[in-house]
Antibody, heavy 121, light 107 residues
Framework: QIQLVQSGPELKKPGESVKISCKAS????????MHWVKQAPGKGLKWMGW????????TYADDFKGRFVFSLEASASTANLQISNLKNEDTATYFC??????????????WGQGASVTVSS | DIQMTQSPASLSASLDEIVTITCQAS??????LAWYQQKPGKSPQLLIY???SLADGVPSRFSGSRSGTQYSLKISRLQVEDTGIYYC?????????FGAGTKLELK
């Protein structure tokens, strides 16, 4: 079955960097794009952008340009999110989500369990 | 950016009651809308896509509809397992935007 398994919780200090992984299984990794979604504690969902898992080309929402990098380890069926120069407001759970296309509409049909990042001095 | 105005922010309903949650898009997004359910500490689960199509494995008591730029999620007979937070998501144009969420509780 389709699974997205994300890396474990991280506790970081302001200014440090963090790398979150999302390992896919149960399907051909490069056939489906991957989205990233942020959820701050007690808040709603915010779309960060997506990465084409065939070409490796990332697309970022405006609020996530600069310190955020989407990357791939295609041979390991893994998508990564790296955040540099961490700020307190980066404290959140980050989800990866697979993009599936039913022939007419795109849908994020499978999600990772979420990776918690806490930024605190 | 397209704004999705979701209402109500919270809702308390009884078992077997009909529940309706709505999202108003700030511009025409066609049928490019999805609904998700999220339970505490869990990832969102897809319920509806293409405004009206039921995702695989989702109970038939869930349905989606559209009237112009207003979208609705209806639960025909509320069950205990339907509690959680519901989000709409527009997939018409990037940046893709979620509604603020509706917290659904049992009365």
């Amino acid at each position: 079955q389709i699974q997205l398994v994300q890396s474990g919780p991280e506790l970081k200090k302001p200014g440090e960097s963090v790398k979150i992984s999302c390992k896919a299984s149960g399907y051909t990794f490069t056939d489906y794009a991957m989205h990233w979604v942020k959820q701050a504690p007690g808040k709603g969902l915010k779309w960060m952008g997506w990465i084409n898992t065939y070409t490796g080309k990332p697309t970022y929402a405006d609020d996530f340009k600069g310190r955020f990098v989407f990357s791939l380890e295609a041979s390991a069926s893994t998508a990564n999110l790296q955040i540099s120069n961490l700020k307190n407001e980066d404290t959140a759970t980050y989800f990866c989500a697979r993009e599936y296309y039913d022939g007419t509409y795109p849908l994020m049909d499978a999600w990772g369990q979420g990776a918690s990042v806490t930024v605190s001095s | 950016d397209i704004q999705m105005t979701q209402s109500p922010a919270s809702l308390s309903a009884s078992l077997d009651e009909i529940v309706t949650i709505t999202c108003q898009a700030s511009q025409d997004i066609g049928n490019w809308l999805a609904w998700y359910q999220q339970k505490p500490g869990k990832s969102p689960q897809l319920l509806i896509y293409g405004a009206t199509s039921l995702a695989d494995g989702v109970p038939s008591r869930f349905s989606g509809s559209r009237s112009g730029t207003q979208y609705s999620l209806k639960i025909s007979r509320l069950q205990v397992e339907d509690t959680g937070i519901y989000y709409c998501l527009q997939r018409y144009s990037a940046p893709y935007t979620f509604g603020a969420g509706t917290k659904l509780e049992l009365k």
